[in-house]
C-alpha cells in the first residue's frame, strides 16, 4: 500500500506534528489500511470507516492520552487503535492473543475505558471528569463518543440526567448515522433525523433541556467543521454536545448503500467491496435461524404470539417475523432492560411473548428478569442467543455466565437443547403455553442436523436424556456442547466403558435420571460451555450431595478466568472443552479407574 503519512504515525503526537491540510491524507490512508486488514481479516468495518474523520480530528485537537477519550461499544475504534501504536500488530484484531477487537484498558494508556456492550460512554466519562474535578483538575477533557443507537439506551440517558446538574468539563459527542447495527428505532431517532446539517433543532431541544450546550448538526466528515466546533465548544464550561452527522461504511461504496451487511462483512474484495463467495450448500441452518423461522410458524397458527427483540433483528433473524407480521414482533433498540420488562407486562395481557436476547446482553437486564417476570411468575419465553463462547468478539460477548446467573432464580425453567430440532420442539412446548418463564439456551453459528423442519414435537419439562450406556464412568453434557462430547466418544479406546447422557433442562433437573445416574456410577463427568462457578455441573454436584451420593464428581467447563478473544475451536480447547481436550479427560479418568 502506497503510504506517504500513516506510516509515521506511530503516535497521536505524530499526527499534531502534521499540518492541519495533510490531514484529508490521513485520513484517505487511514481508511485504506482499515479496508485492506478487515477484507482479509475479518472484523467491524462500516463503523470504523464512518468515523475516521471525527478519529483524527479527536487525536489532532485534544491531549490524549491526557484528555481522556471514551469510545461508545468500541467497535468503530479500529482507527483510534491504529493512530495510537498499533498500527502494525493490527492485524492481529480479534485473533487469538492479538488486539481485542474494542478498546480494552490493558491494551493501551489511551483505551481509557473497556467496551463492548454499548452506552457506558457517558457514564464512564462522567465518572472521570468528576473524578478530575474532585483532584482540582478542570482544564483536562474527558470525552465521551456515542452512537445514535446507543445514546437512545436507559443507561445514557441516566448519564445525561446526572451530567446536566454537574459542571464536569464533559463533551459528549453524538456519532449520528442513523444505523446501529440494524436501522436505529425510536422516537428519539425520528427527533434526530430531522436534524440537518447546518439546522440546529431550535424549538424544544432535549438536549438542551438537560443543560448541555448544545453544538450541531455538522458534517462529521468535514475536518473545518469539526474544528471549528472544538474552538467553540472548549470556551464553554461544563457539559456539552456536539451532534455529528456521518455516513456509516464512508469510503467504500458497497458499505455505504448496505450498511447492515458491511457492518461486519466476513472477507471481501478490497477494490470492488464484493463480498467473497460462501459455500453454504448443504449446511445445516444457523441455530439463529431455527429460532427465527421456526417462530413466524408458529406465529401463523398462533396470533397470541409476539417477538421482542433489543436492537438485534438481524443477528437473531428476529427479522423474519417483522417482515411476515411487524404488528407482533418489536425492535425496541439497545433496551434490554426495557425489551424484558415490555415482554413482562405482555404476558400478564395473555401474550406468548418470545423474548430473544443475547446471553451477554441480557446481563444488563437482571433485576428485570428477576424482579418483573420470575417473582411475578409470568411465562416469559427467553430465547438466549449466542450462548457458550462466542470467538472473535471475545470477553465482553462471551455468552457463559447464563447458567449460573439464572439458575438461582426461583420459578424459571432453564431449557438447553442440543441440536435444531431440540430447539424447534422447546419452542413449540412454550409457546403451547407454560405455567412458568423458560430460558432457552442455544449458541451462535450453525448445528449439524440440516434436515430440521421435521413435524413438531412436545417436550416434557425437566426431562433429559439417556444416549448411551457404559460400564465405568458417566458422562453428562449440557445443550450443544454435546457434539464435542460424541466425538470424543467416538474417539475412546474402550467406548463401552462410558455412558452419556444429555442434561436437557439445567432447572428443573432431571432427578429420577440423575438418581439412576449416581446409582449407577462411581465416577461421573458434567460438561458444559459455560463458567463452572454456579454453572450445571455445580447443579449436579449439589443434587448429589444433598441426596448424599457419593461418586466423584468433575466439572468441566470455563474455569474462573475471563475468556479472551480466538476462534470458538482455539477457545474450547483452552478452557478444555473441545473433543480433544475432553478425550484426554476421559482417558485420564478411566486409566486411574482402572488401575485402581
Ligand atoms: C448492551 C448492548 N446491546 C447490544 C449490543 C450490540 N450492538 C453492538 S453495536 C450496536 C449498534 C450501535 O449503534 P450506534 O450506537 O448507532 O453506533 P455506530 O455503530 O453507529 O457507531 C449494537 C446494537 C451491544 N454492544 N451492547
Known amino acids: 500500500m502506497a503510504s506517504r503519512l500513516l506510516q509515521n504515525i506511530n503516535s497521536p503526537e505524530d499526527l499534531r506534528k502534521l499540518d492541519k491540510q495533510d490531514l484529508l491524507q490521513v485520513a484517505k490512508e487511514l481508511r485504506e489500511f482499515i479496508i485492506d486488514i478487515v477484507a482479509t481479516k475479518e472484523g467491524h468495518l462500516g463503523a470504523s470507516l464512518?468515523?475516521?474523520?471525527?478519529?483524527?480530528?479527536?487525536?489532532?485537537?485534544?491531549?490524549?492520552?491526557?484528555?481522556?477519550?471514551?469510545?461508545?461499544?468500541?467497535?468503530?475504534?479500529?482507527?483510534?487503535k491504529i493512530l495510537t501504536g498499533r498500527r502494525d500488530i493490527f492485524e492481529t484484531n480479534r485473533?487469538?492473543?492479538?488486539?481485542?477487537?474494542?478498546?480494552?484498558?490493558?491494551?493501551?494508556?489511551?483505551?481509557?475505558?473497556?467496551?463492548?456492550?454499548?452506552s457506558t460512554s457517558i457514564s464512564a466519562a462522567l465518572g472521570m471528569a468528576i473524578a478530575s474535578k474532585l483532584n482540582g483538575n478542570s482544564e483536562k477533557n474527558h470525552i465521551a463518543v456515542?452512537?445514535?443507537?446507543?445514546?437512545?439506551?436507559?443507561?445514557?440517558?441516566?448519564?445525561?440526567?446526572?451530567?446536566?446538574?454537574?459542571?464536569a468539563n464533559l463533551w459528549v459527542i453524538l456519532n449520528d448515522n442513523a444505523i446501529g447495527i440494524d436501522p436505529s428505532v425510536g422516537a428519539l431517532k425520528a427527533y434526530l433525523s430531522k436534524s440537518k446539517i447546518g439546522v440546529k433543532p431550535k424549538q424544544d431541544n432535549m438536549i438542551e433541556a438537560l443543560n448541555f450546550h448544545y453544538s450541531g448538526p455538522i458534517d462529521g466528515h468535514d475536518f473545518e467543521?469539526?474544528?471549528?466546533?472544538?474552538?467553540?465548544l472548549e470556551k464553554v464550561k461544563g457539559p456539552k454536545f456536539l451532534h455529528l452527522i456521518t455516513k456509516k461504511g464512508?469510503?467504500?461504496?458497497?458499505?455505504?448503500?448496505?450498511?447492515?451487511?458491511?457492518?461486519?462483512?466476513?472477507?471481501?474484495?478490497?477494490?470492488?467491496?464484493?463480498?467473497?463467495?460462501?459455500?453454504?450448500e448443504n449446511l445445516s441452518p444457523k441455530f439463529q435461524d431455527?429460532?427465527?423461522?421456526?417462530?413466524?410458524?408458529?406465529?401463523?397458527?398462533?396470533?397470541?404470539?409476539?417477538?421482542?427483540?433489543?436492537?438485534?433483528?438481524?443477528?437473531?433473524?428476529?427479522?423474519?417475523?417483522?417482515?411476515?407480521?411487524?404488528?407482533?414482533?418489536?425492535?425496541?433498540?439497545?433496551?434490554?432492560?426495557?425489551?424484558?420488562?415490555?415482554?413482562?407486562?405482555?404476558?400478564?395481557?395473555?401474550?406468548i411473548v418470545f423474548c430473544t436476547i443475547y446471553s451477554t446482553f441480557l446481563q444488563r437486564a437482571y433485576d428485570q428478569l428477576i424482579h418483573d417476570v420470575a417473582l411475578q411468575n409470568l411465562p416469559v419465553i427467553f430465547c438466549i442467543d449466542r450462548a457458550g463462547l462466542v470467538g472473535a468478539d471475545g470477553a465482553t460477548h462471551h455468552g457463559i455466565f447464563d447458567l449460573a446467573y439464572l439458575r438461582c432464580i426461583p420459578n424459571l425453567i432453564i431449557a438447553t437443547p442440543s441440536n435444531e430440532i431440540e430447539l424447534r420442539n422447546i419452542l413449540y412446548t412454550a409457546s403451547l403455553g407454560l405455567e412458568n418463564p423458560i430460558a432457552i439456551r442455544y449458541p451462535r453459528g450453525r448445528g449439524l442436523i440440516t434436515d430440521w423442519q421435521k413435524d413438531f414435537q412436545k417436550v416434557e419439562i425437566g426431562k433429559g436424556k439417556k444416549l448411551q450406556s457404559g460400564s465405568e464412568l458417566a458422562i453428562i453434557s449440557v445443550g450443544t456442547i454435546r457434539t464435542e462430547v460424541k466425538e470424543a466418544l467416538q474417539q475412546l479406546q474402550q467406548p463401552e466403558k462410558v455412558a452419556h447422557y444429555d442434561l436437557g433442562f439445567v432447572k428443573p433437573l432431571d432427578e429420577k435420571m440423575l438418581v439412576e445416574i449416581f446409582q449407577q456410577y462411581k465416577t461421573v463427568i458434567t460438561v458444559e460451555d459455560g463458567v463452572i462457578s454456579g454453572g450445571a455441573g455445580e447443579a449436579v454436584l449439589a443434587f448429589a450431595n444433598q441426596h448424599q451420593f457419593t461418586s466423584k464428581i468433575i466439572n468441566l467447563g470455563i474455569p474462573d478466568q475471563f475468556i479472551e478473544q480466538g476462534t470458538t475451536a482455539e477457545l474450547r480447547d483452552l478452557a478444555g472443552i473441545s473433543a480433544e481436550r475432553i478425550l484426554e479427560k476421559f482417558e485420564q479418568v478411566l486409566t486411574k479407574l482402572t488401575t485402581r
Open 146 to 167: 456515542i452512537g445514535d443507537a446507543s445514546i437512545a439506551s436507559g443507561m445514557a440517558f441516566e448519564g445525561l440526567n446526572h451530567a446536566g446538574v454537574t459542571k
Open 95 to 118: 485473533k487469538l492473543n492479538g488486539l481485542s477487537g474494542f478498546p480494552k484498558r490493558s491494551e493501551s494508556i489511551f483505551d481509557t475505558f473497556g467496551v463492548g456492550h454499548s
Open 225 to 232: 467543521a469539526i474544528f471549528k466546533a472544538f474552538e467553540e
Open 290 to 351: 431455527v429460532f427465527g423461522l421456526t417462530l413466524v410458524e408458529l406465529a401463523k397458527t398462533n396470533e397470541q404470539i409476539i417477538g421482542i427483540t433489543p436492537a438485534m433483528p438481524t443477528g437473531s433473524s428476529l427479522k423474519y417475523m417483522m417482515n411476515e407480521f411487524p404488528d407482533r414482533a418489536f425492535d425496541v433498540g439497545i433496551a434490554e432492560q426495557h425489551a424484558v420488562t415490555l415482554a413482562a407486562g405482555m404476558a400478564t395481557q395473555g401474550k
Open 50 to 80: 464512518g468515523v475516521v474523520e471525527l478519529t483524527i480530528a479527536l487525536h489532532y485537537y485534544f491531549k490524549t492520552p491526557e484528555d481522556l477519550l471514551v469510545w461508545d461499544v468500541g467497535h468503530q475504534a479500529y482507527g483510534h
Open 250 to 280: 464512508k469510503g467504500l461504496q458497497q458499505a455505504e448503500e448496505n450498511q447492515v451487511t458491511y457492518h461486519a462483512p466476513g472477507k471481501f474484495d478490497k477494490t470492488t467491496g464484493e463480498l467473497l463467495p460462501k459455500n453454504n
